[in-house]
Nanobody, 126 residues
């Protein structure tokens, strides 16, 4: 069982920044075989993969919509993953989810994740 808890969402003006954090736990959570990532979902839209990272942190993937603006990182000692979001736009408004999959390769689609948290709301004001 894997538990993921997101934090750090909120209201921000366009052009601003937010840093999302995700704390992982659970009996079956092993940082050494877990790819982690973030996806978002806005009302009426499909899930959109934002970023993913393999267990070592040596390889990352970014969706086209966030390349150059968002940065994913992880701290295996803390069982945590982060998403630094800069230059936020109103179109970034959505519920953001931390997610995990037991694999040593990159996750490149939101549908590949096996577990995810409850989500945290990010609202970007114009």
């Amino acid at each position: 069982q894997v538990e993921l808890v997101e934090s750090g969402g909120g209201l921000v003006q366009a052009g601003g920044s937010l840093r999302l954090s995700c704390a992982a736990s659970g009996r079956t959570f092993d940082v050494y075989d877990m790819a982690m990532g973030w996806f978002r979902q806005a009302p009426g839209k499909e899930r959109e993969l934002l970023a993913s990272i393999i267990w070592s942190g040596s390889s990352t993937y970014y969706g086209d919509a966030v390349k150059g603006r968002f940065t994913i990182s992880r701290d295996n000692a803390k069982k945590a993953v982060y998403l630094q979001m800069n230059s936020l736009k109103p179109d970034d408004t959505a519920v953001y989810y931390c997610a995990a999959r037991r694999t040593t390769t990159l996750v490149v689609a939101a549908s590949e994740f096996e577990d995810w948290g409850q989500g945290t709301q990010v609202t970007v004001l114009s």
